[in-house]
């Protein structure tokens, strides 16, 4: 053990990676106090606070941070340059009575932070998964239940808790204590405000606000301060006023818009999200 090592109260323990059919050893540094399945596949430059607890059948990816008392149950898939905080369950066995037992898997991708307490439920079935992408950030509290499925780059206030089979593209921003209900999706760059609670699909690009939720606006600051044009912030504007704030069934809208608005990847997202809607949209 290096006097680095010894300071930090870790070991430093050798594993083995395979690139381009050569052996290479590679290190991660695990503490005496954590417990590690023997089974569990770890990947380069991981660190392992003490307390950790690393269950069976559990892949971690390289240059990961497992910090005291986070917990990465059987099914976790994680990959590279992750950072799971204090107290956080990964892989959690599903809250669903329809779950009978068996392996299944929480996917988890690159460069996100899973701050404190956040819990994540793995899938219910063999067949399904809950899957978070790369670059997500869940603040302490954060619930995402099984079957669900995270896009990247996507922000989750303090509190949310997000029901199962749930479906939120990139790009999402959730304010404090959000509340998402069973098998409700959300769209690219919708922002939902502190508070919030809802049963229907949250369409691209709007902000949702107030209690019950209703459509606020369309998103347009985050969206200018990251790229996207005047003219296509207009564009989506004049499209969501036809949706809500015309007189016309919600079919005629999605009609007027593809004769009225200029099209644009923006806009066919727009049309094929809300036409593609089950649970039907917040008004």
Request: one cysteine or more; proline letters at 3%; aromatic letters at 8%.
């Amino acid at each position: 053990m290096c006097s680095v090592c010894k300071r930090l109260s870790v070991y430093t323990v050798p594993s083995v990676v395979v690139e381009n059919n050569n052996l290479k050893c590679s290190k991660v540094m695990i503490s005496p106090l954590a417990y590690v399945d023997s089974s569990a596949k770890i990947g380069k430059n991981v660190t392992i606070h003490p307390f950790a607890y690393i269950d069976k059948n559990v892949e971690i990816g390289d240059d990961c941070e497992i910090m005291p008392h986070a917990s990465l149950m059987s099914g976790t898939r994680m990959g590279n340059r992750n950072r799971v905080f204090n107290g956080a369950v990964i892989a959690a066995e599903p809250q669903d009575f329809f779950y009978k037992g068996g392996d299944t898997i929480a996917v988890i991708g690159d460069d996100n932070v899973i701050r404190e307490n956040v819990v994540i439920n793995r899938s219910s079935t063999a067949e399904g998964r809950t899957s978070i992408g790369n670059g997500n950030f869940l603040h302490e509290g954060v619930h995402v239940s099984h079957d669900t499925q995270i896009g990247n780059c996507s922000v989750f206030g303090y509190g949310s808790k997000i029901s199962g089979n749930c479906i939120l593209e990139d790009y999402v921003i959730f304010g404090g204590n959000v509340l998402m209900s069973q098998g409700s999706r959300v769209g690219a760059w919708a922002m939902i405000q502190t508070g919030c609670r809802f049963r229907k699909d949250i369409p691209p690009f709007i902000v949702a606000a107030q209690e019950p939720t209703t459509y606020y606006g369309v998103n347009s600051f985050i969206m200018s301060h990251e790229g996207f044009s005047e003219k296509v912030i207009k564009h989506i504007s004049h499209a969501y006023r036809i949706i809500f704030q015309g007189n016309s069934s919600l079919t005629d809208a999605l009609l007027m818009i593809k004769d009225q608005v200029p099209m644009s990847k923006e806009i066919q997202h727009i049309i094929d999200f809300v036409g593609e809607s089950k649970l039907g949209i917040v008004k």
